[in-house]
């Protein structure tokens, strides 16, 4: 599997008067992990939604390996090799866990037949979820709906995997396996793109950090960088907290 | 990766597979066995168990709406009358009548489709009763006065009643059979993804609105059929009685009482539907504020209705169109 770069230049998100993304330029290359952080409201699941296609841009350009595919809703992209989770996730909660992985497989990852349950399987054993693979999704608890839709977006065999706060909530232990999982889906040369307010776990496994504040990108770069930037400490604790820090 | 097994017959849906074959088999010998009145109440139970499939499949799993699947009602007995009319045989006529109403229906869902929610809805009925209008227009419809199917006139009263009766369990065999088949394979697994979320579905690549155009014309196909084979067993066509919105209000109650998208929830509903009718319908008024009480209850109390309720809580299922995951090694699954 060879990487596929995901590229977005100026884009704009507005719901009414509500500017929500304002002249994003953002860009995935092949194998990266990148890490999203931004308090509460910063545009981030917004500009997930925009990569994704759930919502078109209301300016902008979105590219995927060259191609532009602003124009794609989002089950054209995922066929493409876009998947992503849920912030709040949104499990097909009258199939059973192996179904919502297969319904992936088969429709996003065009796999059919032992393929699609090669993929399902696999995804299920990375992401730990074999153990309730027959339940109906409606009958998990919050954690195990977010693994879930952290597998089932495996399932649709991406080249570029967007990950919406799937670390909250756990225990160290918990994040530990996370952060493993992730490792070994970045191993995979899927490029992985993971909003997470729980910076710790995020620098384990990015190589790159953005942060979003008032749908501008604040800075990026360097982790550690990132995180020791005044204007992100400011975003994050307020205007004035430099002088304390 | 672990060795795993994935199956999809389960004992018990192997075991319920064959009694509905068995089912199936006694029911068509029906006619020959049945008495006369028993026949013609059960070519009215097949419309039902048609019908409630049918609105099912646009509502509970296509996520849409509908309280005018009456114009396909409607369309299709006009249909039949038009092409008997014109001299084709009763039974390739029947047949002509609902292939020609399935067609209308691509174009219609393409436009209606554009539409959300309530105005779906809404739509609906408001091109049913445009229907219902032009057609009054027809000089052969003589209005509201109707006409009536004379071809059927050529047959005995015995034939014509098993005709109409085979006709009747053909359809729904194959109606609900397509439904089946359809769940059973790709198209089905994007279909109950689209019922449990449509933005999951879009998000793991299923074109939802393609998934809803084929429900739709499957719905209207089948609610053609249906008004076929109403207009065979009533002979008369009445505008008023054929695009009436009580068949909405039917519909929706066997439904959401047997349970919105689940398979066996709709066949439930039809029979519990139609046994109130049986043995309470003459009762009139009483027996429609009846139904009114018994759909507001599972409204309330039982929102997943009989099926829906039944499945949540035994995780019971009855048709092969899930996936059951077996590791041969490694992990337990429950
Ligand atoms: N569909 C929508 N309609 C209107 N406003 C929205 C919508 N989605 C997000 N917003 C608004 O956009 C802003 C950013 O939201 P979001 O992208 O979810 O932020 P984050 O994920 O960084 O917390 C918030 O003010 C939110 O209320
Ligand atoms: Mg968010």
């Given at each position: 599997m060879s990487g596929v770069a995901l590229t977005a230049?100026?884009?704009?998100?507005?719901?009414?008067?509500?500017?929500?993304?304002?002249?994003?330029?953002?860009?995935?290359?092949?194998?990266?992990?990148?890490?999203?952080?931004?308090?509460?409201?910063?545009?981030?699941?917004?500009?997930?939604?925009?990569?994704?296609?759930?919502?078109?841009?209301?300016?902008?350009?979105?590219?995927?390996a060259g191609h532009d595919v602003t124009a794609l809703g989002a089950a054209e992209r995922c066929r493409l090799g876009i998947a992503r989770s849920h912030q709040v996730p949104r499990p097909f909660a009258g199939m059973t866990v192996f179904e919502n992985l297969?319904?992936?497989?088969?429709?996003?990852?065009?796999?059919?037949?032992?393929?699609?349950?090669?993929?399902?399987?696999?995804?299920?054993?990375?992401?730990?979820?074999?153990?309730?693979?027959?339940?109906?999704?409606?009958?998990?608890?919050?954690l195990d709906?977010?693994?879930?839709?952290?597998?089932?977006?495996?399932?649709?065999?991406?080249?570029?995997?967007?990950?919406?706060?799937?670390?909250?909530?756990?225990?160290?232990?918990e994040a530990a396996v996370l952060v493993n999982i992730i490792q070994t889906i970045s191993?995979?040369?899927?490029?992985?793109?993971?909003?997470?307010?729980?910076v710790h776990i995020l620098l384990q496994v990015v190589t790159r950090l953005v942060c979003?504040?008032?749908?501008?990108?604040?800075?990026?770069?360097?982790p550690r960088e990132v995180m020791a930037d005044p204007s992100v400490i400011d975003a994050y604790l307020g205007p004035g907290a430099v002088a304390h820090v | 990766m672990n060795a795993y097994k994935v199956e999809r017959w389960t004992r018990q849906s192997v075991f319920f597979s064959a009694a509905v074959g068995a089912l199936l088999l006694v029911l068509a010998v029906g006619p020959l066995v049945f008495p006369p009145g028993i026949t013609d109440r059960l070519t009215t139970l097949f419309i039902y168990i048609i019908l409630a499939a049918m609105w099912n499949a646009l509502a509970g799993y296509g996520g849409l709406v509908s309280i005018g699947q009456q114009l396909f009602i409607g369309l299709g007995g006009y249909a039949l009358i038009r092409i008997s009319n014109a001299g084709v045989p009763m039974f390739p006529a029947l047949i002509l009548a609902i292939v020609i109403i399935a067609l209308v229906a691509l174009p219609?869902?393409?436009?209606?489709?554009?539409?959300?929610?309530?105005?779906?809805?809404?739509?609906?009925?408001?091109?049913?009763?445009?229907?219902?209008?032009?057609?009054?227009?027809?000089?052969?419809?003589?209005?509201?006065?109707?006409?009536?199917?004379l071809a059927l006139n050529a047959f005995t009263p015995g034939a014509r009643r098993a005709d109409i009766y085979w006709m009747g369990l053909a359809l729904m065999i194959l109606l609900l059979g397509t439904l089946f088949v359809l769940l059973r394979g790709k198209i089905g697994a994007s279909i109950q993804a689209i019922r449990d979320d449509e933005i999951a579905a879009a998000s793991v690549g299923v074109k939802v609105q393609n998934g809803k155009r084929v429900m739709f014309v499957l719905a209207a196909g089948g609610c053609a059929a249906a008004g076929v084979l109403n207009l065979a067993t009533t002979i008369s066509y009445q505008p008023h009685a054929f695009f009436g919105i009580q068949w909405t209000a039917y519909m929706l109650f066997m439904a959401l009482v047997g349970g919105l998208g689940t398979f066996e929830g709709p066949i439930i509903g039809a029979i519990l539907f139609f046994s109130m009718e049986t043995f309470f319908g003459a009762t009139g008024v009483l027996y429609l504020i009846g139904l009114g009480v018994v759909a507001l209850g599972f409204a309330l109390f039982i929102p997943r209705g009989i099926w829906g309720e039944v499945e949540a809580r035994f995780g019971v299922r009855l048709l092969p169109v899930g996936y059951f995951l077996k590791m041969v090694e490694g992990e337990k699954v429950k």
């Amino acid at each position: 599997m060879s990487g596929v770069a995901l590229t977005a230049t100026g884009l704009f998100k507005r719901f009414g008067a509500l500017v929500v993304l304002n002249n994003v330029d953002f860009q995935v290359s092949p194998g990266e992990a990148i890490g999203i952080v931004g308090p509460n409201g910063a545009g981030k699941t917004t500009l997930l939604n925009v990569l994704s296609g759930a919502y078109p841009p209301s300016g902008g350009q979105v590219f995927l390996a060259g191609h532009d595919v602003t124009a794609l809703g989002a089950a054209e992209r995922c066929r493409l090799g876009i998947a992503r989770s849920h912030q709040v996730p949104r499990p097909f909660a009258g199939m059973t866990v192996f179904e919502n992985l297969h319904v992936a497989a088969a429709v996003g990852g065009g796999l059919a037949g032992q393929a699609a349950y090669d993929a399902c399987v696999d995804s299920l054993e990375l992401c730990g979820m074999t153990r309730v693979a027959n339940r109906r999704a409606e009958t998990l608890g919050l954690l195990d709906r977010k693994r879930l839709e952290m597998a089932r977006a495996l399932a649709t065999g991406p080249k570029i995997l967007l990950l919406d706060e799937i670390g909250g909530g756990l225990t160290d232990a918990e994040a530990a396996v996370l952060v493993n999982i992730i490792q070994t889906i970045s191993r995979r040369d899927v490029a992985v793109v993971w909003i997470e307010h729980i910076v710790h776990i995020l620098l384990q496994v990015v190589t790159r950090l953005v942060c979003m504040d008032a749908g501008r990108i604040l800075a990026q770069g360097e982790p550690r960088e990132v995180m020791a930037d005044p204007s992100v400490i400011d975003a994050y604790l307020g205007p004035g907290a430099v002088a304390h820090v | 990766m672990n060795a795993y097994k994935v199956e999809r017959w389960t004992r018990q849906s192997v075991f319920f597979s064959a009694a509905v074959g068995a089912l199936l088999l006694v029911l068509a010998v029906g006619p020959l066995v049945f008495p006369p009145g028993i026949t013609d109440r059960l070519t009215t139970l097949f419309i039902y168990i048609i019908l409630a499939a049918m609105w099912n499949a646009l509502a509970g799993y296509g996520g849409l709406v509908s309280i005018g699947q009456q114009l396909f009602i409607g369309l299709g007995g006009y249909a039949l009358i038009r092409i008997s009319n014109a001299g084709v045989p009763m039974f390739p006529a029947l047949i002509l009548a609902i292939v020609i109403i399935a067609l209308v229906a691509l174009p219609i869902g393409e436009l209606m489709l554009r539409l959300r929610g309530g105005e779906f809805a809404i739509g609906m009925w408001v091109l049913a009763e445009l229907a219902h209008f032009s057609i009054n227009l027809d000089p052969l419809i003589q209005g509201e006065t109707g006409t009536s199917l004379l071809a059927l006139n050529a047959f005995t009263p015995g034939a014509r009643r098993a005709d109409i009766y085979w006709m009747g369990l053909a359809l729904m065999i194959l109606l609900l059979g397509t439904l089946f088949v359809l769940l059973r394979g790709k198209i089905g697994a994007s279909i109950q993804a689209i019922r449990d979320d449509e933005i999951a579905a879009a998000s793991v690549g299923v074109k939802v609105q393609n998934g809803k155009r084929v429900m739709f014309v499957l719905a209207a196909g089948g609610c053609a059929a249906a008004g076929v084979l109403n207009l065979a067993t009533t002979i008369s066509y009445q505008p008023h009685a054929f695009f009436g919105i009580q068949w909405t209000a039917y519909m929706l109650f066997m439904a959401l009482v047997g349970g919105l998208g689940t398979f066996e929830g709709p066949i439930i509903g039809a029979i519990l539907f139609f046994s109130m009718e049986t043995f309470f319908g003459a009762t009139g008024v009483l027996y429609l504020i009846g139904l009114g009480v018994v759909a507001l209850g599972f409204a309330l109390f039982i929102p997943r209705g009989i099926w829906g309720e039944v499945e949540a809580r035994f995780g019971v299922r009855l048709l092969p169109v899930g996936y059951f995951l077996k590791m041969v090694e490694g992990e337990k699954v429950k």
